[in-house]
């Protein structure tokens, strides 16, 4: 199972990616692509929940609790990035708030 938090943030060993303050990173692209591959597992993890739903619904499916347990850990990943956007909507309000 793929982990939607895992890519928020995070390098693939564990460790928070940081560089230091002055050297160009790249930072946007960087935070994009953070961005999109935390979309890209919460899709996936969707269609994973779908997959299940239709196997149970057509007799196929191994058992309600791990259709139930996938619709939920998709439904989640969907809450945890509404509320990434919301955070994120809510810096630039702030940051378009500054006057120049």
């Known amino acids: 199972m793929s982990n939607p938090i895992q890519g928020l943030g995070h390098t ?3 460790t928070v ?3 230091p303050s002055g050297a160009p990173t790249g930072g946007k692209t960087e935070f994009m692509d953070t961005l999109r591959s935390a979309m890209d597992q919460i899709g996936s993890l969707q269609s994973e929940a779908d997959d299940k739903v239709a196997q149970l619904l057509s007799g196929n ?4 609790h791990s259709a139930m347990i996938a619709v939920e850990k998709a ?3 969907f809450q945890m990035m509404v509320q990434v956007r919301n955070k994120i909507v809510q810096a ?3 940051i378009s708030a500054i006057p120049f």
Do not use: K, M
Not at 61 to 64: A, E, H, L, S, T
């Open 12 to 14: 693939g060993t564990g």
């Open 17 to 19: 990616s940081s560089a």
């Open 61 to 64: 499916g191994q058992d309600v």
């Open 75 to 77: 439904n989640l990943s």
């Open 92 to 94: 630039y309000q702030q």
